[in-house]
């Protein structure tokens, strides 16, 4: 296998406030892997999670150092990659599992959802994202997206620094202007247990659908959200919690849903597993990301048709996303046509 490694640069037309900083432009890194007269394509890129961090310049060293593993190699079967993979970290893993993918299926002459024996009839809507900001920016932003899209399902970002007054300052001026959408909230480990106490029987009867991440990431956090069961008829999703299978059996028996994201997951591989282990254990599914392109995305929607809650938009407030795909009908996300993951440059 050949391949190719550099950095492109992605700015957002709308920065992105949450509960541990703002985002207005990163730089990803794509790969590019050549095999059997296929090209793959990878993404990956730094974030943060509060628990775990990682720079981009840190994740192109650590793939400069492990790529030419592959020089002298045909490309592997599916059973192989886990093995090859291991030694690296999470979003190192996914940029190589992704083209992996791509060329494989596109070796194999189908969209990638396709040889999973999915149906595309099963996608649901994308909830659109609303930062922390003012009141009055968080109703621009939804306007923002309501010009674009119909935005049925929003998700709020809270965990507002300025502490719960402001939260649901933004949660009572978002309400009458949902016109009958869903409305989901996100604390990004923003509470503390004693906040997330008040906070969820509040939301529950002003509707909103569920609540992810109330808590700080860590190692022990199952009991946390153990301790917020019960409290109101409300979904708990982790998210910065859940990166593997590991975590997905330990915060089991304490959430109502887990939220995948590839650069967490260390790509499709581990996602696969976890999406159908998670239905198996009757877990609801969220399917997120970062600050990613229409690459990451594209490869994330290939899941899209197990996924109760997708969250994938991060593409969609992009002004110089190189990529196209996946496609998008209103708010409905679903995987392309297109072989393999079915991205391609615009």
């Given at each position: 296998?050949?391949?190719?490694l550099?950095?492109f640069?992605?700015?957002?037309?709308v920065p992105?406030?949450?509960?541990r900083?703002t985002?207005?432009a990163?730089?990803?890194?794509?790969l590019?892997?050549?095999?059997?007269g296929?090209?793959?394509r990878g993404?990956?890129g730094?974030?943060?999670t509060?628990?775990?961090?990682?720079?981009?310049?840190?994740l192109?060293?650590e793939l400069?150092a492990?790529?030419?593993v592959l020089?002298?190699?045909?490309?592997?079967a599916p059973a192989?990659w886990p093995?090859l993979l291991?030694p690296l970290?999470?979003?190192?893993?996914?940029?190589?599992?992704l083209?992996?993918?791509?060329?494989?299926?596109?070796?194999l002459g189908q969209?990638?959802?396709?040889?999973?024996g999915?149906?595309r009839?099963s996608?649901?809507?994308t909830?659109?994202?609303?930062?922390l900001?003012s009141?009055?920016?968080?109703?621009?932003?939804?306007a923002?997206w309501?010009?674009?899209?119909?935005a049925?399902r929003?998700?709020?970002?809270l965990g507002s620094?300025?502490g719960l007054?402001?939260?649901?300052?933004?949660?009572?001026?978002?309400l009458?202007?949902?016109q009958?959408?869903?409305?989901?909230?996100?604390?990004?480990?923003?509470?503390?247990?004693e906040?997330?106490?008040?906070m969820?029987p509040?939301?529950a009867?002003r509707g909103v659908?569920?609540?992810?991440?109330p808590?700080a990431?860590?190692?022990?956090?199952?009991?946390g959200?153990?301790?917020?069961?019960g409290?109101?008829?409300i979904a708990l999703?982790?998210?910065e919690?859940?990166?593997?299978?590991?975590?997905?059996l330990?915060l089991?028996p304490?959430?109502q849903?887990?939220?995948l994201?590839?650069?967490k997951t260390?790509g499709?591989?581990?996602?696969?597993?976890?999406a159908?282990?998670?239905?198996?254990l009757g877990l609801?599914?969220m399917?997120?990301c970062?600050s990613?392109?229409a690459?990451?995305n594209?490869?994330?929607?290939?899941?899209?048709?197990l996924v109760?809650?997708?969250?994938l938009d991060s593409?969609?407030?992009?002004?110089?996303d190189p990529?196209?795909?996946?496609?998008?009908?209103g708010?409905?996300l679903?995987?392309?046509d297109?072989?393999?993951?079915?991205?391609?440059?615009?």
């Amino acid at each position: 296998m050949r391949w190719r490694l550099h950095r492109f640069t992605l700015t957002k037309e709308v920065p992105l406030t949450i509960s541990r900083g703002t985002t207005g432009a990163v730089e990803h890194l794509l790969l590019e892997l050549e095999a059997g007269g296929c090209t793959g394509r990878g993404e990956t890129g730094g974030f943060d999670t509060g628990q775990r961090y990682f720079t981009t310049q840190a994740l192109e060293a650590e793939l400069q150092a492990w790529l030419p593993v592959l020089d002298a190699l045909d490309l592997p079967a599916p059973a192989a990659w886990p093995a090859l993979l291991e030694p690296l970290s999470p979003p190192a893993r996914c940029a190589v599992d992704l083209a992996l993918h791509d060329c494989w299926a596109q070796q194999l002459g189908q969209p990638l959802w396709r040889l999973w024996g999915l149906l595309r009839s099963s996608c649901r809507p994308t909830s659109v994202t609303l930062g922390l900001g003012s009141v009055d920016q968080v109703l621009q932003r939804l306007a923002r997206w309501r010009s674009r899209l119909p935005a049925t399902r929003v998700k709020l970002k809270l965990g507002s620094p300025d502490g719960l007054d402001h939260d649901c300052a933004l949660v009572e001026a978002v309400l009458p202007q949902l016109q009958g959408a869903e409305l989901q909230v996100d604390a990004n480990g923003g509470w503390s247990l004693e906040m997330a106490r008040k906070m969820l029987p509040w939301l529950a009867e002003r509707g909103v659908v569920l609540v992810e991440q109330p808590l700080a990431a860590a190692v022990d956090d199952q009991q946390g959200f153990a301790e917020l069961q019960g409290l109101a008829p409300i979904a708990l999703v982790a998210d910065e919690s859940c990166w593997d299978v590991e975590d997905l059996l330990r915060l089991a028996p304490h959430v109502q849903g887990v939220n995948l994201k590839l650069l967490k997951t260390g790509g499709l591989s581990e996602a696969w597993l976890m999406a159908r282990l998670a239905r198996r254990l009757g877990l609801q599914l969220m399917l997120g990301c970062y600050s990613d392109s229409a690459l990451l995305n594209g490869a994330a929607a290939q899941l899209l048709p197990l996924v109760e809650w997708p969250d994938l938009d991060s593409h969609l407030n992009l002004s110089d996303d190189p990529f196209c795909g996946p496609w998008l009908d209103g708010d409905l996300l679903q995987p392309g046509d297109g072989l393999g993951l079915g991205v391609s440059r615009c």
